[in-house]
T-cell receptor, first 108, second 117 residues
Framework: GEDVEQSLFLSVREGDSSVINCTYT??????LYWYKQEPGAGLQLLTY?????DMKQDQRLTVLLNKKDKHLSLRIADTQTGDSAIYFC????????FGAGTRLTVKP | KAGVTQTPRYLIKTRGQQVTLSCSPI?????VSWYQQTPGQGLQFLFE???????NKGNFPGRFSGRQFSNSRSEMNVSTLELGDSALYLC????????????????FGAGSRLTVL
């Protein structure tokens, strides 16, 4: 199976919270990342978490890591239309392995 | 601080031709990685260079090659182009590269979009 898996689509209303989920297979992944890609652009790092952490918060972003279940999530609070993009989960071990990306659509 | 610069941004080639893509990393970054992004396969790792040495290589045929210069700028080359090589090629730089302890935060360029006809 794929090393890193994500659901492909998520649609939310402006002002709601968005939760993007990711699972990975290699439990020895040392760091896990969330990247954002807007149309016509490269990937922009949003945040990352070390594998011995459970949670990391950075302004509107909250990352939760369940190492036992190999599950990573990204919560975006108060989602705005400008958050519409593709979000990639990635795991480092030894190369960077990316998920297929979740296309987030924010409706006004 | 200038970001990662990739050139050209767009190019069209025909089957059988070859192409060279260029990447200038962030000043001070010694690691450059290349990725291929397609709708069907997503983001796939091509190779990584650190201080002019290829450190890691993904599962791509030998038609895909790269190199890194002493100023850390990198080029990748694809020979004998096939239709399936049409993709967005992304370059990313980092200060430490893979294999070192630490988060290996990648900074991506905007990509070079290759269309093979």
């Amino acid at each position: 199976g794929e090393d890193v898996e994500q659901s492909l689509f998520l649609s939310v209303r402006e002002g709601d919270s968005s939760v993007i989920n990711c699972t990975y297979t290699d439990s020895s992944s040392t760091y896990l990342y969330w990247y954002k890609q807007e149309p016509g652009a490269g990937l922009q790092l949003l945040t990352y978490i070390f594998s011995n952490m459970d949670m990391k918060q950075d302004q509107r972003l909250t990352v939760l890591l369940n190492k036992k279940d190999k599950h990573l999530s990204l919560r975006i609070a108060d989602t705005q239309t400008g958050d519409s993009a593709i979000y990639f989960c990635a795991a480092l071990k030894p190369n960077m392995r990316f998920g297929a990306g979740t296309r987030l659509t924010v409706k006004p | 601080k200038a970001g990662v610069t990739q050139t050209p941004r767009y190019l069209i080639k025909t089957r059988g031709q070859q192409v060279t893509l260029s990447c200038s990393p962030i000043s001070g970054h010694r690691s450059v990685s290349w990725y291929q992004q397609t709708p069907g396969q997503g983001l796939q790792f091509l190779f990584e260079y650190f201080s002019e040495t290829q450190r890691n290589k993904g599962n791509f045929p030998g038609r895909f090659s790269g190199r890194q210069f002493s100023n850390s700028r990198s080029e990748m080359n694809v020979s004998t182009l096939e239709l399936g090589d049409s993709a967005l090629y992304l370059c990313a730089s980092s200060s430490s590269g893979q294999g070192f302890l630490g988060a290996n935060v990648l900074t991506f360029g905007a990509g070079s979009r290759l269309t093979v006809l």
